[in-house]
């Protein structure tokens, strides 16, 4: 296997009307959470564990139609209730290492809503072979395209 | 630079306009006037939202005498674009389940 590391971040704000402590509600609560998290209905839940606090770990592994296994493990670093989350995550597919990141979620109160400032900073490991998610990574187009077609 | 290019290409593909002309290229090339027949404007309209794809590097075009024929990029994105354009549309999805469940009425109290 060649071994590389790509670095990068990325940013993706949302203005939601929900105010800013539902927004952090529905990162720290499980139950919530697990409305929204993971990979929707294309995905299985497989395993599962939630520790919300500075110190404390998540995990979640699911199941995708494709049979891949896609698994992430999450350290909480610093918890400001209703304005900030930052977290360390890796990311496996199947029993492969394929990043450790780093995610800072910020949320400001924006009127009566909330302005949502998701920033990750990300070691994308060891090349793009891995036949699944490099097909899924060149057809992130068409699932935009999907999903603005409203499927 | 990756980001940058990522960007645009998210705001290229933000509009209903551009998505359309776009689905219209992923199924063959096309000239400018195939392109805008079905869409409801003008032709220099259809012309800006092009140049928009163009530069976001999803759509190219060349012309020929008086013809200008667009085909789909599929190579726009290096494979380290690709990689991060997926993490990011892994959460993008995650975030647009987010926002439905904010909206909804479990989300009440």
């Known amino acids: 296997m060649t071994r590389s590391v790509t670095h990068a971040s990325f940013t993706i704000t949302r203005h939601w009307k929900a105010s800013p402590a539902r927004v952090f509600a529905a990162f720290a609560d499980q139950q919530k959470k ?118 | 630079m990756l980001n940058y290019q990522l960007d645009q290409t998210f705001a290229a593909l933000a509009d209903p306009t551009r998505r359309a002309m776009v689905e219209r290229l992923v199924t063959g090339p096309a000239t400018v006037s195939e392109l805008a027949a079905p869409l409801p404007m003008s032709l220099p309209a259809v012309m800006l939202h092009l140049k928009v794809l163009e530069k976001s590097g999803l759509v190219q075009s060349e012309k020929a005498g008086r013809v200008r024929t667009c085909r789909i990029e599929p190579r726009m994105l290096s494979q380290a674009e690709n990689w991060v354009a997926d993490r990011r549309a892994m959460w993008e999805r995650s975030l647009d389940r987010l926002g439905a469940f904010l909206d909804s009425p479990e989300n009440e109290t």
């Open chain 1, 34 to 151: 697990d409305l929204w998290f993971g990979g929707g209905a294309e995905w299985t839940p497989v395993s599962r564990s939630f520790d919300f606090r500075e110190g404390g770990k998540e995990h979640a592994a699911g199941r995708w139609k494709s049979g891949v296994v896609s698994k992430f493990d999450c350290i909480y670093l610093d918890i400001v209730p209703n304005e900030r989350i930052i977290y360390s995550y890796v990311m496996h597919l199947d029993d492969r290492k394929i990043s450790v990141s780093q995610q800072a979620i910020e949320l400001h109160a924006d009127g009566e809503g909330t302005k949502f400032v998701l920033t990750e900073y990300g070691d994308y490991l060891d090349g793009y072979d891995d036949a699944g998610s490099r097909e899924h990574g060149t057809n992130f187009l068409m699932d935009a395209l999907e999903k603005s077609l409203g499927n």
